[in-house]
């Protein structure tokens, strides 16, 4: 039996200006093999039926829903305009004639391309990337921004996008990746795992170079509203799993740069998280705000944490955010409790360089809670807290040493304790 990689050792970090992974791991041989390329659309004649993209699907504000069919030609699309030129050609798009249904008339693409495939060719990650389309003539290709056309243009945030792939053998360890209101479902079928992936675009700060993603200075070479993931596996020496967990936890952020997978780290039972973007804006003054999401199972939280009630979710766990000197000053947290999951939010951050830390509150005692609820009827409203966020700072040099004196003004004492405390006018201090 092959020897399951540690979680503190395991760190993938997404290119900020590709979208591609870079994985620092021990060296293992893969037992997970994955299709060479980016995967095909399920039919009867693809290659590889066990690792393919089935369906899917768009979903409006108002709940209309509106299932997309693959096609390899451009016809139907709507063509360059003047929100989109057309960028790379692309091997198709999922598109329907009732574009416009869910809000997408005015959007400036007419289907989007998803692209799944290996993180790269060293691990069994699947990486999915949503990409907005149009016709180049009787082709398919990227819907790009005019005045910068080695980027796509924004996805629309208002509608929801479900993506159901089918992934082979893969039991899911952790999902993460770039996105909002994301929700992950799997279910085992005779040959395969089906994985559906749910949410919506998020504006994230482009980078030119990871450098950019470094100290205060670094500015951000556009902002556009992607949406993207990634699977990784638990039944993989390069894969992801704490023991006894169920593979549904996801974690997102809207900074590419450093997005890894969570860290657990059994010793001390904190959980951390990072990500990191360009600190400033394209204008080269705005502070870009970052957020993050964690959906914890309440299954794992027991695991995890020992958490037996999840209505205690708000007290029992310490959300902080760790900084550099000078990082951001004003987070929020909110921890809810819905359909089985506790959700935790934290957002309003500075970049280029927070983490998201979640441990046990020390001072959280079980044997006092209530027995827990049916998870079922939990609604965020029931369970929900929201608080500012614990801030730390990464120190930088050791706290000065302080000294208390004693002060006397006849039958008066002061104590006054500091680096070099001084009695106030008319005191003395006593020897």
Not at 40 to 46: A, D, F, G, R
Not at 137 to 155: D, H
Not at 201 to 228: E, W
């Amino acid at each position: 039996m092959k020897p399951k990689v540690q979680m503190s050792r395991v760190f993938v970090a997404l290119a900020c200006f590709l979208p591609s992974l870079i994985v620092i791991t021990p060296s293992a041989q893969a037992s997970i093999n994955l299709p060479k390329g980016s995967w095909q659309v399920c039919s009867e004649s693809t290659a590889n039926p066990n690792y393919c993209v089935e369906s899917v699907l768009l979903i409006s504000q108002t709940g209309v829903k509106a299932p997309l069919t693959w096609s390899t030609s451009g016809a139907g699309l709507k063509s360059a305009n003047n929100l989109a030129v057309a960028g790379k050609v692309l091997p198709g798009s999922w598109s329907t004639s009732s574009w416009g249904s869910v809000g997408l008339a005015d959007s400036g693409y007419g289907g989007i391309f998803i692209d799944v495939k290996a993180a790269n060719e060293f691990v069994p990650w699947v990486f999915v990337d949503v990409q907005p389309a149009i016709s180049n003539g009787g082709n398919v290709a990227l819907a790009a921004n005019p005045t910068s056309p080695n980027y796509p243009i924004s996805l629309a945030q208002e509608v929801t996008i479900s993506i159901t792939l089918r992934v082979g053998e893969i039991q899911t360890g952790v999902t993460f990746g770039v996105g909002v209101d994301v929700s992950v479902d799997t279910k085992q079928q005779a040959a395969f795992s089906t994985m559906t992936i749910e949410g919506n675009p998020v504006m994230v700060p482009s980078a030119k170079s990871s450098k950019d993603c470094v100290g205060n200075l670094g500015v951000a070479t556009a902002l556009i509203r992607q949406f993207q993931s990634v699977i990784v596996p638990k039944n993989d020496p390069l894969g992801f799993d704490v023991a006894g967990t169920s593979g549904k936890l996801y974690v997102g952020s809207n900074g590419i740069c450093k997005l890894s997978t969570p860290i657990w780290k059994a010793e001390t039972k904190h959980f951390v998280y990072s990500a990191s973007a360009p600190r400033l804006a394209p204008d080269g003054t705005t502070v870009n705000k970052g957020f993050y999401r964690a959906i914890i199972p309440v299954a794992d939280a027991k695991v995890l944490w020992g958490l037996t009630n999840p209505n205690d979710a708000a007290k029992a766990l310490v959300v902080s955010l760790i900084t550099s000197e000078g990082g951001t000053k004003v987070a929020t947290s909110t921890i809810a409790v819905l359909n089985g999951n506790i959700i935790i939010d934290v957002s309003n951050f500075d970049f280029p360089d927070p983490a998201l830390d979640i441990a046990l509150n020390p001072n959280y005692s079980s044997t006092s809670a209530q027995a827990p609820n049916s998870q079922d009827n939990q609604t965020p409203d029931a369970s929900a807290s929201t608080q500012p966020v614990v801030n730390t700072q990464k120190p930088t040099a050791a706290k000065p040493k302080t000294i208390t004196i004693i002060c006397l003004k006849g039958k008066l004492t002061k104590k006054l304790t500091g680096v070099k405390p001084i009695c106030p006018k008319g005191y003395t201090r006593k020897k």
